[in-house]
């Protein structure tokens, strides 16, 4: 048995949920459900195991993450840009994110809607005073009934009080977030078989056009992801470094991004930023802190996920979104993306929490993370690709904004060689 989970381990995840995904549509096409006579109808209990063991594991691991991100958090003068760069980027992501899904609004079809729009907040009124109430709940409470508002809000005021604490005592909590982002890994291994039978769920009872809609979801997300690299970004780092980012912009993505795309895991791309850095002649001190930092709370992909995501969610629900809460919802996806976990899909796991804002049911928002899953191959990988190669773009963009202060010459064409 090890030797078999050795083996299957090899093989590439992407390769995995790519084989399993077109299995379970084949047999969702062969052995339609909708009238719930299907042989092997037993298969969607895989999906439900699937999203019921991310529904477990979703409320602690972003509460440890949140503490041991904080505790451990550091900055010096010479991070300051870049910091504010991260957290600045990941806020525009999420705003492009939302002002997309308004202009192309995307609806799922999803169990359990019409119990859920009974549930719906009427404004933006009932909104804030959801989120307020939802904010100071038990924290105890809030982890039992899976309240991310609230396991966010407790999680930043105990990781900014460990502070103080030891370096031992901040070590614990390092080592639990740890931990617990093992036990996500080990259930994102078997994504492949959820995948299967929430495939062949969904195509057994809805036909084959099921994909049309994921298609559209798709198009806005990656879309929304080559408008942040291309036009988003390049405004910004032109404005720091005041001179042509798109040489940096390029070439980052060329070395960088397309190695994240297919490794999918910003930590795993760490060495290779570092590499780029050095070819970039950046000063190493301060690489040596932006990359591993910014491969934690440099999430701008993640920021057009969650609210993409969780707008198709209020969409399906008949929720509208005026402008007041889209910028909440803006602010929140980019607070909760820059706690997004190492592990590919990471970010679908925050889904929910933004879900919350509109008062939509957990089971629904879980619904919406499975969907992320089936379209996570595209996806999760332009969405590492994305946050992997602006942490050596913003990075580079403070050193250049440094070098022109002190008077010396900026050459983008050397970004580019």
Not at 24 to 49: C, E, H, K, Q
Not at 127 to 133: D, N
């Amino acid at each position: 048995m090890k030797t078999l989970w050795n083996k299957w381990n090899d093989i590439s995840l992407i390769k995995r949920i790519l084989v399993f995904l077109i299995i379970g549509a084949i047999l969702g096409v062969i052995f339609p459900n909708m009238d719930g006579t299907s042989p092997i109808a037993g298969i969607a209990i895989l999906g439900s195991l699937f999203v019921g063991a991310l529904k477990a594991v979703a409320p602690i691991l972003v509460f440890f993450l949140v503490i041991a991100a904080l505790a451990n958090a550091h900055a010096d003068g010479s991070m300051k840009t870049i910091i504010i760069m991260y957290v600045f980027g990941t806020f525009i992501s999420a705003l492009v994110a939302v002002i997309a899904s308004q202009l192309f609004p995307i609806e799922l079809t999803l169990s359990g809607v019409e119990a859920a729009e009974k549930a719906a907040p009427s404004g933006i009124t009932e909104v804030l005073e959801t989120l307020l109430m939802n904010v100071v709940a038990n924290p105890v409470d809030s982890l039992a009934n899976a309240n991310y508002l609230g396991i966010l809000a407790w999680g930043i005021l105990i990781g900014v009080a460990l502070r103080a604490a030891t370096e031992a005592t901040k070590a614990v909590f390092t080592n639990i977030s740890d931990a617990i982002a093992t036990v996500v890994r080990w259930i994102i291994s078997f994504a492949p078989f959820g995948i299967f039978g929430l495939v062949y769920d969904a195509v057994s009872t809805n036909g084959i056009e099921i994909f049309t809609e994921y298609g559209l979801l798709l198009a806005v997300l990656v879309g929304c992801m080559f408008f942040v690299a291309l036009v988003a970004y390049p405004i910004m780092i032109g404005v720091i470094a005041k001179t042509n980012p798109y040489p940096l912009v390029l070439r980052c993505l060329r070395e960088s991004g397309l190695t994240a795309f297919f490794t999918r895991s910003s930590a795993a791309n760490i060495p290779v930023n570092m590499t780029l850095c050095q070819k970039l002649h950046l000063n190493k001190d301060t690489y040596g802190v932006s990359i591993p930092l910014g491969a934690t709370i440099n999430m701008g992909g993640a920021a057009v996920t969650i609210p993409v995501m969780a707008l198709a969610a209020a969409n399906t629900l008949g929720i509208s979104v005026d402008i007041p809460t889209a910028v909440i919802l803006s602010v929140l996806a980019a607070v909760s993306a820059c706690g997004a976990s190492g592990v590919a899909g990471g970010s679908l796991l925050l889904i929910p929490l933004a879900c919350s804002l509109f008062g939509i049911p957990n089971d629904i928002a879980m619904q919406v993370v499975g969907v992320g899953f089936i379209i996570g191959v595209i996806q999760d990988s332009c969405e590492t690709a994305l946050n992997s190669a602006s942490d050596v773009m913003f990075t580079a963009a403070s050193e250049f904004r440094n070098m022109a202060k002190a008077g010396q010459t900026v050459d983008p064409k050397t970004w580019d060689k």
